[in-house]
């Protein structure tokens, strides 16, 4: 089981957002998807679920081409967390976990006992017990961030992608959203997560794929990936490891 | 803050006072009749004048506001779904104005008279083309308000098209026909106008039950919508097929009535949990209640002449709406 995007590449309006970009997610790797603003993060990650038409190149999601999936087959293989958090409707917490389950649904939407099993797990494992009637547009950022956490858990995909899910997260919601995401990859789901805090993503992923302005610079474990000379190059910042941290040290 | 579901009572509550209210409906009415002569004319065994006041005018009167209620209450309740915003109505987006247009059309040039069929298909013509429209700019407008201010647009522009035809109108008797259908009346409605309209409210019903699913899905958003599985585009279709078909046949019924599509989703919502599937049958029932209840009161108000049921639903209703929006603070930084 992999996520891979092979040589892609994407035009819009005569502007390259990719360029021949590749890389790949396997079955219990968390991978983090970095890179500055604009370098093209969102764009990888809908490129890589047949969301956003190819120039060239192509998406795989299971070895099958991505964009002859229909958006329930792809939701079967992967869980998809997009950057907008925002409900429209002040609907309970349970249910807006229980959407996570809705490719499993029937016809008219109902779900099995296997869905509100799915639905208590993910609850239980994101500390959202006790939240369950509330109404998703009373909680906190950080409450919020677990409901749509737990959705995409109860999920049970055997791949997920989270697009900045520690936007406008303190530093401890954002270790608890990360630890999540590494138990996901460690019980075998293959994670792709899109990150701005480089050093989250050198303390929990396995690998990261680096892009700048459109292109791959490198996929590799953290320490190869994020070594001074490419942090210099790619944010302009200053970085060292000591040990197994990353530490910025401010603007070059 | 707890979210409260009561749909099962709700929708027993809604549908014994529905009932209440049709009978209250089929036993009041200008001509005074006593009770017994009604009662007898409701069974079946009344005299002649009694069972004709009560099964030839007032029980399909009362049906029409009825049936016109649900459609329009219904399809309010979809497209706040399908556009995440509680102000989103066939009235108040155009859809109404644009169907009352096409039908004012056909009874201008006298295509009426072709076939009974011209009038409603050419309603349901013009509310697919106001639906149609809205759903092709909505995913290209980010804002929720240009496209409440896009459907004011269109309701505008028909309202214009519409006091171009009365300022034409070659005869009085062509004006106060198009008269009714701009203000809204169920006024001298038969069963057959009902039944005329019958197939088209039912299939509308079927494509808006089977946008039902994705209208919950849509809560979150359209691209984590499409996330979870659901396929976007599909779901815009039936809800603009459904909402276009039952927003026509009840503006053939009855012309345009604005307002009962904001205000029976609105009262609902918060007894449903506000989950945008389980609103639409509970809203479609509360929706035939007060425009019941409303052509009850445009009945029995002693004017001089008979008030119009749009009028009154619009001097109940548009003052709500206002209050819906100032409420909603949140309206602008919405998506």
Redesign the interface.
């Known amino acids: 089981m992999s996520l891979k995007l092979h040589e892609a590449s994407v035009t819009l309006q005569g502007a390259p957002l990719l360029r021949d970009v590749s890389f790949e997610v396997q079955s219990g790797k968390l991978v983090g998807l970095l890179g500055p603003n604009g370098a093209g993060k969102t764009t990888a990650v809908r490129a890589l679920l047949g969301l956003q038409p190819l120039n060239a190149g192509q998406a795989y999601l299971d070895a099958q081409p991505a964009h002859s999936l229909s958006a329930k087959q792809r939701a079967l293989i992967v869980s998809y967390l997009p950057q907008a958090r925002k409900l429209a409707w002040p609907i309970s917490v349970r249910e807006a976990v229980a959407l996570g389950r809705f490719a499993y649904g029937g016809p008219m939407g109902r779900l099995g006992p296997a869905d509100a099993a799915a639905v208590e797990d993910a609850l239980s494992r994101c500390s959202l017990k006790g939240f369950e009637d509330r109404a998703v547009t009373s909680l906190s950022g950080g409450e919020l961030a677990r409901v749509h956490l737990a959705r995409a858990l109860a999920a049970q995909a055997p791949a997920l992608i989270a697009d900045e899910p520690t936007a406008a997260l303190d530093p401890g919601h954002s270790y608890d959203v990360l630890a999540a995401l590494q138990a996901q990859a460690r019980a075998g789901q293959a994670v792709l997560v899109v990150l701005h805090d480089l050093a989250l993503a050198a303390r929990f992923c396995d690998e990261i794929v680096l892009l700048n302005q459109g292109q791959r610079v490198i996929q590799a474990p953290p320490q190869e990936a994020l070594t001074p000379p490419i942090l210099a190059e790619v944010y302009g910042v200053n970085g060292s490891w000591h040990r197994d941290q990353l530490i910025l040290s401010g603007r070059i | ?3 409260q ?1 009561h749909t099962p009572t709700l929708i027993l509550t809604l549908v014994v006072l529905s009932v209440l209210a049709l009978a209250a409906s089929c036993l009041m009415g200008v001509t005074p009749l006593p009770l017994n002569r009604l009662l007898a004319a409701f069974v079946g065994a009344g005299d002649a004048q009694a069972e004709l006041i009560v099964w030839e005018i007032r029980l399909p009167r009362a049906l029409a506001a009825f049936v016109v209620g649900m459609a329009l209450a219904g399809s309010g309740a979809a497209l706040q779904g399908l556009l ?2 509680p102000l989103a109505e066939p009235g108040v987006l155009g859809v109404s104005a644009m169907s009352s247009l096409f039908a004012v059309i056909t009874i201008y040039w006298g295509f009426v008279q072709v076939s009974p069929w011209v009038l409603p298909l050419a309603a349901i013509a013009g509310a697919l083309l106001a639906t149609g429209l809205l759903a092709l700019v909505a995913p290209r407008v980010q804002s929720v308000v240009t496209l409440v201010l896009v459907g004011v647009g269109i309701s505008s522009l028909a309202g214009a098209f519409m006091s171009l035809l009365l300022n034409l109108a070659p005869n009085p008797f062509t004006l106060s026909d198009m008269m009714n259908w701009m203000m809204g009346s169920v006024a001298n409605r038969s069963l057959e106008d009902l039944l005329l309209a019958a197939p088209f409210l039912v299939a509308g019903a079927i494509a808006i ?1 089977l946008a ?2 994705g209208l ?6 359209e ?2 919508a ?7 585009g599909r779901s815009r279709i039936w809800v603009v097929l459904g909402t276009g078909l039952l927003t026509g046949a009840a503006v053939s019924v009855a012309g345009a009535v604005g307002f009962v599509g904001i205000i029976a989703p609105h009262l609902v ?1 918060p007894l449903v ?5 389980r609103t639409l049958l509970p809203a479609a029932l509360l929706g035939g209640l007060v425009l019941v209840v409303a052509d009850l009161i445009a009945r029995l108000v002693p004017t001089g002449q008979e008030l119009k049921l749009g009028v009154v639903a619009a001097l109940i209703g548009a003052p709500i709406f206002i209050w819906i929006a100032v409420r909603r603070r949140t309206l602008e930084s ?2």
Do not use: F
């Open positions: 803050m707890k979210v579901n995440r915003n039950g039902a699913p919950r899905a849509l809560t979150l958003g691209e984590a499409s996330a979870i599985g659901l396929d976007v919502r949990g506000h989950d945008p599937a919405d998506q």
